[in-house]
């Protein structure tokens, strides 16, 4: 399995943004423009990367909760190659990301904030193309109780991201216990004095703790 | 209890929903800037309207489910006098947007998608001066199983509104079994031919039933 590397990028002006993700795009196998670009500046936001990165493997965050058909097709449109669905919101919703994904050939990621195991069971059986993300949020992160990521369910045999605080001191731990295709990763890079060398030591502790 | 009646605008480019809202201005005691013109447009959206219409109160469907610091300010400072958090998020998301809001003197909405009685319950104790959302999503009308905004709880003694779907034909019932404060009306207004007379005539329907 590839590790892929996702560089979430948040709490920046677009052009900020666009300069870090220049700045460690070699160890960003996907760039994630994040929800606060996405609210903030709109699709301009996802505009202005894929014509910045042509080649890049493009998530927008956009955090679908309803109205699903038109937030994907703008997303989509704009050029990201992912966009993210709620877990924790109406099952329609989820459905209609997933059809309009594949009718585009294109990727859909669930997010699992505040999902109780059992409703992360059913979506496992239920989308078994999408991506799936265990994250703890950036509030979680930042004000409340943060708790490492870790699943009470397995997801062998499915697409697993992890995000929410990772860090050079965590990768290695998570790697081994959930063994997830893709890190997103945002403040440990975007915060680092050199957010390229971040980036290659995070990858360099991952790829030891799957050795 | 003064009727309020917030005008929804989605799936608008930014002039066509400025349109829409001066030409039923009189009947739009709040102007909702929907989720689709922030996540399509970003910011932009809310200072247009914040121009445009100096003395509305405006409601920017924020839609906040993490990052609530950053979320609130972008969108008060832009000029919303309310913001939405999502009920069925992390509970300290929903904390810290209640407390940005304090800060600020503005008003925020806990939108109820996707939420349980009990946990309605939990909220309605937890935020006595949010604004509560019962909300039949987008999604839910025009691609799920339609049912009528219903309570299994009692919402006496807190702000409530009611979202989707509401049409001249069912607000009556509504009003009698919710009495709502505010009525969130997108679609019956937008879509009407005329939209300022079925403004007009929605808000006498909902008059008469609470006589």
Redesign the interface.
């Known amino acids: 399995m590839t590790m892929i590397f996702q560089l979430a990028l948040?709490?920046f002006s677009i052009e900020e943004a666009l300069q870090m993700a220049r700045n460690c795009q070699e160890e960003a196998d996907w760039i994630e423009i994040g929800?606060?670009l996405?609210?903030?500046?709109?699709?301009?936001?996802v505009l202005a990367f894929r014509e910045a990165f042509p080649q890049k493997f493009l998530l927008a965050d956009?955090?679908t909760?309803?109205?699903?058909i038109?937030?994907a097709k703008?997303?989509y449109e704009a050029g990201a190659d992912a966009i993210t669905v709620?877990g924790?919101?109406?099952?329609?919703?989820i459905?209609?990301v997933a059809e309009e994904a594949r009718k585009r050939g294109k990727t859909y990621m669930i997010d699992l904030?505040?999902t109780k195991p059992a409703e992360q069971q059913k979506l496992r059986e239920t989308f078994p193309d999408a991506v799936f993300c265990l994250h703890t949020?950036?509030?979680?992160q930042e004000?409340?109780n943060h708790e490492a990521n870790a699943s009470a369910i397995s997801w062998q045999g499915r697409r697993l991201a992890i995000a929410g605080g990772i860090q050079a001191e965590t990768i290695g731990s998570l790697t081994r216990t959930l063994h997830p295709e893709i890190y997103i990763i945002g403040g440990a890079i975007t915060k680092a004095d050199n957010p390229l060398v971040a980036a290659q030591r995070l990858r360099q502790c991952a790829v030891s703790a799957e050795e």
């Open positions: 948040d709490r929800t606060s996405i609210k903030e500046f709109g699709m301009e936001s956009t955090k909760i309803d109205n699903a038109y937030e703008i997303a709620m924790c919101g109406p099952a329609v919703t459905d209609l904030l505040n949020s950036k509030d979680m004000h409340g």
